[in-house]
């Protein structure tokens, strides 16, 4: 019987803690904008689109974190089932292997089990969306010209999470009544990130038909 999703997806199961909006800022009025439009069951294509006279920073930096903290959540729900065991690879089937690489401890690509690669890949992501510089919140702080690019690492590196996910460990997924939050939060990140063209579409093909 499939489990109520408050029990599935609950605090105590995060598997880091979750980045929130500052009440009053713009950042907050955008997510609460974006929220809503999800909430009304409107077509996941349109919900996506940039709201007329926003800035495009600022709706992307809003779906970024809000991505990190869904995304993060749904590894930490089923992170029980992600072993040094079962997956002593991060992949995504026999054809997708992904290495870790950042700018000090693995300075080239590197072997990393899953649940690794998880480990340095939401260490990596909050600590960038906790920099000022990168992801600024004060008002009238432009974003850095490399901002889009920095996303684009980001949101790519994400990508490779729902690609294990669904390919190694979506029967667990079902098996906690999981499916439909699951799927709806992948389509809601594929068609935000096709809207602004920010993930390569090669790096896509691993699920390349789980939209339809």
Not at 61 to 89: Q, W
Not at 151 to 165: E, G, M, N, Q, S
């Amino acid at each position: 019987m499939a489990l109520c999703l408050k029990q599935v997806f609950n605090k105590d199961k995060t598997f880091r803690p979750r980045k929130k909006f500052e009440p009053g800022t713009q950042r907050f009025e955008l997510y609460k904008k974006a929220q809503a439009s999800l909430k009304s069951g409107l077509d996941l294509k349109a919900v996506v689109q940039l709201p007329p006279g926003e800035s495009i920073n600022d709706w992307i930096a809003v779906h970024v974190v809000d991505f990190f903290n869904r995304i993060n959540l749904i590894y930490g729900t089923m992170s029980e089932y992600c072993t040094e065991k079962s997956c002593p690879i991060m992949s995504g089937g026999l054809k997708y292997e992904y290495r870790w690489q950042d700018d000090s401890k693995y300075k080239k690509p590197t072997k990393l089990s899953a649940p690794q690669y998880m480990c340095m890949l939401m260490d990596w992501i909050e600590m960038l969306i906790n920099n000022e510089d990168i992801f600024p919140t004060r008002i009238g702080v432009p974003f850095p010209k490399q901002f889009q690019q920095v996303c684009t690492k980001i949101l790519t590196r994400l990508f490779r999470v729902f690609v294990h996910v669904y390919i190694h460990h979506f029967d667990s997924i079902i098996n906690m009544g999981a499916e439909a939050h699951v799927n709806t939060c992948y389509k809601h990140f594929y068609y935000f990130i096709r809207e602004f063209s920010l993930i390569d579409h090669r790096e896509l093909e691993p699920l390349v038909r789980m939209p339809q």
